[in-house]
């Protein structure tokens, strides 16, 4: 039994996600852009992975570049999520005029309020389907406000969730 492009597409509807604003900048220029197929690979050495799509120019922009920044969003960022999925038609400029931009030790663009941005480099590409995995190995961590709800996707809509109740929750 094969599994339909829609059954599939459904069912990941309801898998909650965190929001990440997945930013690049360097040689081949600033990139930007919402994703929720973001996963820790391993602690040591501290490794993350992110699925993009293909044909996505951001993608390619942060995979020339090398580097790549994940910015999780707060709940309150749904305008900013929308801006860097493409639903304002903006120009890839005008997307980081929305939000506050800083930058830590790639030079990747860093959300100032996100609840947490990784800083990374990436280290492998495997093309599988559609999308790209790209394996980033972290090199600098920025921890947002604890007290702050993150957002998720979730049945094909924003919601905030949870609540920090202390470091290292």
Known sequence: ??????????????????????????????????????????????????????????????????????????AGH??????FAGATKCSMEDRFLVGDWGELVTGAPVLQDAVVSFDCRITDMVDKGTHTVLFAEIHAIRQGNAGGQALIYFGRGYHGVGQMVGEGA
């Open 78 to 83: 749904e305008e900013l999520a929308g801006v």
């Open 1 to 74: 039994m094969t599994v339909t492009r829609q059954e599939f597409r459904d069912a990941m509807a309801r898998l909650g996600a965190a929001v990440n604003i997945i930013t690049t900048a360097g040689p081949e220029g600033k990139g930007g852009f919402t994703a929720s197929a973001v996963c820790s690979v391993t602690d040591d050495p501290a490794m993350l992975l992110v699925c993009i799509n293909r044909s996505s120019n951001s993608g390619a922009v942060a995979k020339a570049n090398g580097i790549l920044c994940v910015n999780t969003l707060a």
